[in-house]
């Protein structure tokens, strides 16, 4: 069974419920009609009638709920929560509801701190900083983690490494600059995110241009500070590092660079030292591999909220949006 089959399976045994924001985007009615026929999640439609009416025809919109965010008896309740949570930062009823209503993307994650639904997908027409920061601000990390960052699921075809060919790249849309606490923190949370979505166990390489100090440079140091940071917060991780990524897949290049790894040779969760090399890596991959690269998935929030990107298809948003239910299912 293809991934994302597996992933519409356990959707389907616990549905959730998923706003999709961008009624301004018809891709956004083909997937909310698709969801819909495969019965893997609830979908509401944040749109005034207007728009729904211009953007949302021809599609078979039975079983979406619609809420128009100027005429919602949940308004003031929504106003509320946005005025509790930002009045620190200067945030006024007035200016909660300016933002709301300008922004949809507040609206969707102010329904789902108030416990109206239970994940976000957007970013078909956004960029992923106006994507992800509404989420930042209003529902926050979880308890105990510090930094948000954003992993891709990638499956590559016809692939003896990883876990036949399913990968976990991390941190590949967030954080720009990554310290090595944050790094250790990105490891363990991609380790739990490998193990929930491919059921099996994860096995976390921290990349470098260098393995196991055959180089010497600030940033090697650092995701070798990242290595002891994990091993002595995560000891349950399976990790190490720093490690090439040749070392980290290949075993015949891991007996030669990494001897006695439990990891090198066998890495299928792959941390990446910064944003550009996380960023660049997995179109490497996606591009010339011609692997499906499913994300960016966020981690570390409250809630879920997942981008897309703004090339994606409808099938594209059904993917996100079954893999957004089934972290909302744990
Ligand atoms: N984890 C947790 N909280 C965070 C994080 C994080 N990684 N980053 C910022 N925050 C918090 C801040 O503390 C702040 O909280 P506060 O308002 O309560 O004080 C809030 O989020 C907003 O932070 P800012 O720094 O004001 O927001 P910024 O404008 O820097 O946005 C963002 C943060 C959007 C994540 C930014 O770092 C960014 O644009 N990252 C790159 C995104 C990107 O372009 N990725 C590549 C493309 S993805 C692709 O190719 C598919």
Known sequence: MAFIDDIKAK???DIKTIVLPESMDKRTYEAAEKILKEGLAKIILIGTPEEIAENGKGFDLTGVTVVDPFNDPNKQKYIDKFVELRAKKGVTPEMAKEQM?????YYACLMCKCGDADGVVSGACHSTGNTIRPALQLL??????SS???FFLMEVPNCEYGEHGLFVFADCAVMPEVNAEQMAEVAALAAESFESLVGAPAKVAMLSFSTKGSAKADCVTKVQEAVAIAHEKYPN???DGELQLDAALDPTVAALKAPGSEVAGHANTLIFPGLEAGNIGYKLVQRLAKAEAYGPVLQGLAMPVNDLSRGCSADDIVGVVAMTAVQAQG
């Open 11 to 13: 959707a389907k045994t």
């Open 101 to 105: 209503e300008k922004d949809y993307m």
């Open 140 to 145: 926050k990390t979880k308890p105990g983690i």
């Open 148 to 150: 948000v960052s954003g």
């Open 237 to 239: 991780v399976t990790l």
